[in-house]
């Protein structure tokens, strides 16, 4: 158990919270190594030229992360006050979500089990 009051408790804890400006997409259809070709492209870079990586890039994950991104940055403007040309992609990483599970019919009345990963997808931008 935590020693002391529970207002000290929440306050130190709220203390120690990332205000970065970030986004996540939880249940993402992809898989997490998938997301990590695209992610691995784009970490350390400046927003802009983050955002024409992901254009250009032929992966769906890219679609996906290209939305997110611009999410982030979104966030970083309205919420945090801080300007566009200033930004970089601190940290961007992909974690395992849950698998659907689906049969798949094979010969001689045998099933195929096909598992459908997902992932939730995080990036985390920051000032220079």
Known sequence: MAKGHRSRIKRERN?????RPSA???FARM?????CFVLDAIRGKDVETAL?????????ASSVIEKLLKS???NAENNNGMNTENLY???CYANKG?????VRPRAQGRAYRIE????HITIVLDEK
Do not use: C, W
């Open 116 to 119: 459908k990963r997902m992932s």
């Open 31 to 35: 898989s997490v190594q998938k997301a």
């Open 89 to 91: 992609i601190a940290e």
């Open 98 to 102: 849950p698998t659907m599970k689906r």
């Open 24 to 26: 996540k997409l939880s």
């Open 52 to 60: 024409g990586i992901l254009a250009y890039n032929p992966r769906y």
């Open 15 to 19: 203390a120690q919270k990332d205000t």
């Open 72 to 74: 982030a940055i979104a």
